[in-house]
Structures are given as structure tokens and as C-alpha cells.
């Protein structure tokens, strides 16, 4: 009764029966002590775990590598690792030897937690102790390498294991592949493929798809394609992540045609699409300009009763702002919010810079209001548009105010803000303005780049200061740019 009640976690019927069991001289064990601890420590009550501990002494019960090894796993679970530490220590203490069980918990727990050294200090103390790692001891510090992108001590690792006689399995195999994939090396992720395959260990779907969206984000949509018959010559079916890897892939790449092939495909081998391949698909159509197949994407997802998310909105928001379809925007935006899915400054940046674009800075400027009545704050991107919006129309009064407004709400400018006023008032004859945000911009930090010293000596030319522009001129050279031809 006690593992049964443990195992969904009713404390209180636990005690009760605990309670009973010794008004008739029947006292837990060892076994029954291990399993109640497991469970506190699964209900993340460490405090009650360990108070069952003590009581164990008390009782006049040893615990053994058992109960050890379930205390460092509720602890590490726990991320309570100091106490997991101490814990090991005292275990030793006790005469009680660790095995590789306790170091492989201990090891996961550091890589979790990302403390490298921590982790390979317990690896290193297993070897130096004569207790042969195994196939859990390499997978964590692999994978915590692969999260970390140290691809090379993760190869060494994987080396280092086969040098053990040990074979990784598809799991391992296909971290280091995604690993080197994220990093761009495809052509290492591919050996490792190869490596793979060498050793009797066949990729499976997943290892397929993970190969499949690092060539996509690579752009190499022809070995991707490759790739993909290499599956079904290999009996590999491919799922509904492969279809919408590649559909992403060609859409990035326009290639909608393909995309539109691969999603009839998908259809036909009756795998239903999720939200993810319809949001490709939208922002394909959305960057091709085809709204008329967007409309169609958009029925076809509400009859397979696929409903839009953030991505979607966000998506047909920006797609119309950018062609100053401000008011067709606003749409998305009140649908989206009677769905439940609230916007985010992306959104909001999506406005904003479609009231620009289309002349109409000043609303996008009032625009800011309803951010903050959302709880939504202004970023640089926001600010930056803006100035961007002002100093285009040139009006630079209203961008240097929507600049103090941005210094006023703490949101530090970047070079390319410093960048837009420089050149905006330079071009208006303001070298005065200009050299202001330009000893701010040094002021903070921020190091002009080429284009901040091409916009204030263009000016100071302009304006007749030949002076000030050598001596820019002479500055720009020692920082290393090289000043236009016509200079």
C-alpha cells in the first residue's frame, strides 16, 4: 500500500498507513524508506526527503547505495548540487563505495547546470577510482558539450567512448549531429553520419530531420533533396517534421512552387500539417506577395480546424505593413487579441514600422501609448524606427525628441540611432546638433563606425568647415576606415 500511494504522491495516506503499520510492531524497511524518499524527492519536497534520512538512523536503519543513489538523484533532479556533493562525501564516509551509477547522476546533474568543470572533475575521479564510465557517463557530458557548441571536446568525447569499446547509440550519434549543425559544419555533421552508418547504427527519422534543417538553414536545398531520397531508399518514412523542414527551407529560398509539391505530398501520404508548416507556408506566400494563396492557406488551415497562433498573426501583420496595408493590419491585430493571443513587441514593431512606411509617423509615434496601456514596453527597434520615420521625412525636431524620450525610458541607443540623427542633421546643415549626438554617442561608449564619420564629414564640407572635416577625416583613417572615393 505504501509503494501505491507513494507512486501518486498521497503523503497522507502514506503516514496513515505508516502510522498503523507500527501500532502492530511492523516497521519499514530499508526498501519501504527508499521508495518513500524517491517520492518526496519527485514531489520536490528535498527537506522531507531528507528528514526521512535521518529518521533512518534513528530507526536504527543503514542505508545503502540504494538509498544513496535515489538521495543524489532527487537532489541533482533538485538542482540542489551542494547538498548532492556533501551528500556523496558523507556517503564514503559511511564506508559505503560510490558506483558508476552515483558518479553518472552526479555528472548529468553538473552538465544539466552547465558546470563543466564540476562535471568532468567527477569523471575524472570515477577513472581514477577503476570504475569503467558506460554509455550514460558519455551521452551527459556529450550532450552538455553539444548544448554548450564545443563540438570538438564533444567529438573527443565520442572518440574517447569508442576507445572504451563502448557503442554509441542513435540518441548520442544524432547530438553530435545536431550539435555540428547548429555550429554550420554540415560537412561534419555529415561524416559523423557516415560514422554512424559505419558502426551498424541506422539513422532513424530523427536523425534524418535534424540533418535535413541544418542543410535548410545552410541553404543547401539540393543535398537536402538528396538527403531526403537517401531516407526512402533506406526505408526511412519521413514524418511530418521532414515535409515541414524542406517547405521552410524553399520558402526562405522562394522557391514556392516546390513548397506547394511537398505539402501536396505530405497530404497525400495522410500526415496532417500543424500550425508550423501552415506558418511557412503564409509567410512564403506573404513574402511573394501572392495574398490571394495566403487567403486560400488561411481557409484550408480553418477547415482542417488548425488555428493561428502568434507566429501567424505576426507573420500577416508585418506582411502587410510592409506594403503600408496599415489599416488590413489592424484586422490581424483586433483578431488576435478576441483569440486570446496577446501581442508582443514585435507586433507592436510591426505597426509602427507600417505607419512609417507609409507616411504617417506621427500615429505610429501615438501608436506608443497603446503599447504601455498593453504593458508593453519600447524597445530600440521602436525607437529607431521611428527616429528612422522622423529623420527621413526630415523632420529631425521630432526625432531628436522621440531620442530624448528613449534616453528618458532607459533604452540604451546603439550606433546605428546615433547614426540616423548624425547624418539627418548633417544633411540639414546642423553641424552643431550633429556634433552634440556625436560626443554623446563617444560619451557612452558607442564607437562611431565609417558611416558616422562619412555623415559628419560630408557635413562639415557642406557647411564650409574644412578644418573639423580633417580632422575627422584624420581620425577615421587611425581607427581604420577607409573614407569614399569622392572624398
Given at each position: 500500500?505504501?509503494?501505491?500511494?507513494?507512486?501518486?504522491?498521497?503523503?497522507?495516506?502514506?503516514?496513515?498507513?505508516?502510522?498503523?503499520?507500527?501500532?502492530?510492531?511492523?516497521?519499514?524497511?530499508?526498501?519501504?524508506?527508499?521508495?518513500?524518499?524517491?517520492?518526496?524527492?519527485?514531489?520536490?519536497?528535498?527537506?522531507?526527503?531528507?528528514?526521512?534520512?535521518?529518521?533512518?538512523?534513528?530507526?536504527?536503519?543503514?542505508?545503502?547505495?540504494?538509498?544513496?543513489?535515489?538521495?543524489?538523484?532527487?537532489?541533482?533532479?533538485?538542482?540542489?548540487?551542494?547538498?548532492?556533493?556533501?551528500?556523496?562525501?558523507?556517503?564514503?564516509?559511511?564506508?559505503?563505495?560510490?558506483?558508476?551509477?552515483?558518479?553518472?547522476?552526479?555528472?548529468?546533474?553538473?552538465?544539466?547546470?552547465?558546470?563543466?568543470?564540476?562535471?568532468?572533475?567527477?569523471?575524472?575521479?570515477?577513472?581514477?577510482?577503476?570504475?569503467?564510465?558506460?554509455?550514460?557517463?558519455?551521452?551527459?557530458?556529450?550532450?552538455?558539450?553539444?548544448?554548450?557548441?564545443?563540438?570538438?571536446?564533444?567529438?573527443?568525447?565520442?572518440?574517447?567512448?569508442?576507445?572504451?569499446?563502448?557503442?554509441?547509440?542513435?540518441?548520442?550519434?544524432?547530438?553530435?549531429?545536431?550539435?555540428?549543425?547548429?555550429?554550420?559544419?554540415?560537412?561534419?555533421?555529415?561524416?559523423?553520419?557516415?560514422?554512424?552508418?559505419?558502426?551498424?547504427?541506422?539513422?532513424?527519422?530523427?536523425?534524418?530531420?535534424?540533418?535535413?534543417?541544418?542543410?535548410?538553414?545552410?541553404?543547401?536545398?539540393?543535398?537536402?533533396?538528396?538527403?531526403?531520397?537517401?531516407?526512402?531508399?533506406?526505408?526511412?518514412?519521413?514524418?511530418?517534421?521532414?515535409?515541414?523542414?524542406?517547405?521552410?527551407?524553399?520558402?526562405?529560398?522562394?522557391?514556392?512552387?516546390?513548397?506547394?509539391?511537398?505539402?501536396?505530398?505530405?497530404?497525400?501520404?495522410?500526415?496532417?500539417?500543424?500550425?508550423?508548416?501552415?506558418?511557412?507556408?503564409?509567410?512564403?506566400?506573404?513574402?511573394?506577395?501572392?495574398?490571394?494563396?495566403?487567403?486560400?492557406?488561411?481557409?484550408?488551415?480553418?477547415?482542417?480546424?488548425?488555428?493561428?497562433?502568434?507566429?501567424?498573426?505576426?507573420?500577416?501583420?508585418?506582411?502587410?505593413?510592409?506594403?503600408?496595408?496599415?489599416?488590413?493590419?489592424?484586422?490581424?491585430?483586433?483578431?488576435?487579441?478576441?483569440?486570446?493571443?496577446?501581442?508582443?513587441?514585435?507586433?507592436?514593431?510591426?505597426?509602427?514600422?507600417?505607419?512609417?512606411?507609409?507616411?504617417?509617423?506621427?500615429?505610429?509615434?501615438?501608436?506608443?501609448?497603446?503599447?504601455?496601456?498593453?504593458?508593453?514596453?519600447?524597445?530600440?527597434?521602436?525607437?529607431?524606427?521611428?527616429?528612422?520615420?522622423?529623420?527621413?521625412?526630415?523632420?529631425?525636431?521630432?526625432?531628436?525628441?522621440?531620442?530624448?524620450?528613449m534616453e528618458k525610458e532607459m533604452v540604451q541607443p546603439d550606433v546605428v540611432t546615433h547614426n540616423m540623427l548624425i547624418n539627418g542633421f548633417s544633411e540639414h546643415g546642423n553641424m552643431q546638433e550633429a556634433g552634440c549626438v556625436f560626443k554623446k554617442m563617444c560619451a557612452r561608449g558607442i564607437e562611431p563606425d565609417r558611416y558616422t564619420y562619412m555623415s559628419m564629414i560630408n557635413g562639415h564640407v557642406a557647411a564650409g568647415n574644412s578644418k573639423e572635416a580633417f580632422q575627422l577625416h584624420d581620425e577615421m583613417l587611425q581607427r581604420g576606415f577607409a573614407p569614399d572615393d569622392k572624398f
Open positions: 500500500m505504501v509503494h501505491n500511494y507513494c507512486k501518486t504522491l498521497e503523503f497522507d495516506k502514506v503516514d496513515t498507513v505508516i502510522s498503523e503499520m507500527e501500532k502492530r510492531c511492523v516497521f519499514p524497511d530499508v526498501v519501504t524508506h527508499n521508495v518513500m524518499v524517491d517520492a518526496r524527492f519527485r514531489a520536490g519536497d528535498v527537506d522531507a526527503a531528507m528528514s526521512l534520512i535521518d529518521s533512518m538512523a534513528n530507526k536504527g536503519l543503514k542505508p545503502g547505495i540504494v538509498t544513496y543513489n535515489s538521495v543524489l538523484k532527487g537532489l541533482c533532479k533538485n538542482r540542489r548540487l551542494d547538498k548532492a556533493r556533501e551528500v556523496f562525501r558523507a556517503m564514503e564516509q559511511c564506508g559505503i563505495a560510490a558506483d558508476v551509477w552515483s558518479f553518472n547522476i552526479l555528472i548529468g546533474g553538473f552538465c544539466r547546470v552547465g558546470e563543466v568543470e564540476e562535471a568532468l572533475k567527477f569523471y575524472k575521479e570515477m577513472r581514477q577510482r577503476g570504475i569503467m564510465p558506460d554509455v550514460v557517463s558519455f551521452s551527459c557530458l556529450i550532450g552538455m558539450f553539444t548544448r554548450r557548441g564545443k563540438m570538438d571536446h564533444a567529438a573527443a568525447y565520442l572518440r574517447e567512448m569508442r576507445g572504451f569499446g563502448l557503442l554509441p547509440d542513435g540518441v548520442i550519434y544524432t547530438m553530435v549531429i545536431g550539435g555540428f549543425c547548429r555550429a554550420g559544419s554540415i560537412s561534419k555533421a555529415l561524416r559523423v553520419r557516415d560514422e554512424m552508418v559505419g558502426c551498424g547504427c541506422l539513422p532513424d527519422v530523427v536523425t534524418y530531420n535534424t540533418l535535413l534543417n541544418g542543410l535548410c538553414k545552410q541553404r543547401a536545398l539540393s543535398d537536402a533533396e538528396d538527403l531526403l531520397n537517401e531516407m526512402k531508399e533506406r526505408g526511412v518514412p519521413p514524418d511530418l517534421c521532414t515535409f515541414t523542414t524542406l517547405i521552410h527551407g524553399y520558402c526562405r529560398e522562394g522557391n514556392i512552387e516546390k513548397a506547394l509539391q511537398l505539402f501536396d505530398t505530405l497530404l497525400h501520404q495522410r500526415l496532417r500539417p500543424d500550425i508550423v508548416t501552415y506558418n511557412s507556408l503564409i509567410d512564403g506566400m506573404c513574402r511573394k506577395g501572392d495574398l490571394g494563396k495566403v487567403n486560400e492557406l488561411w481557409d484550408d488551415m480553418h477547415t482542417r480546424e488548425i488555428f493561428p497562433n502568434h507566429v501567424t498573426y505576426s507573420v500577416l501583420i508585418d506582411s502587410h505593413c510592409e506594403k503600408g496595408q496599415v489599416e488590413d493590419a489592424f484586422g490581424f491585430l483586433d483578431e488576435m487579441v478576441k483569440r486570446g493571443i496577446l501581442p508582443n513587441i514585435m507586433t507592436y514593431n510591426s505597426i509602427i514600422k507600417g505607419y512609417c512606411r507609409s507616411g504617417n509617423v506621427k500615429k505610429g509615434q501615438q501608436f506608443l501609448q497603446k503599447m504601455r496601456q498593453d504593458n508593453v514596453l519600447p524597445d530600440l527597434i521602436t525607437f529607431n524606427t521611428l527616429i528612422h520615420g522622423y529623420v527621413k521625412e526630415e523632420n529631425m525636431h521630432e526625432a531628436f525628441i522621440v531620442f530624448n524620450i
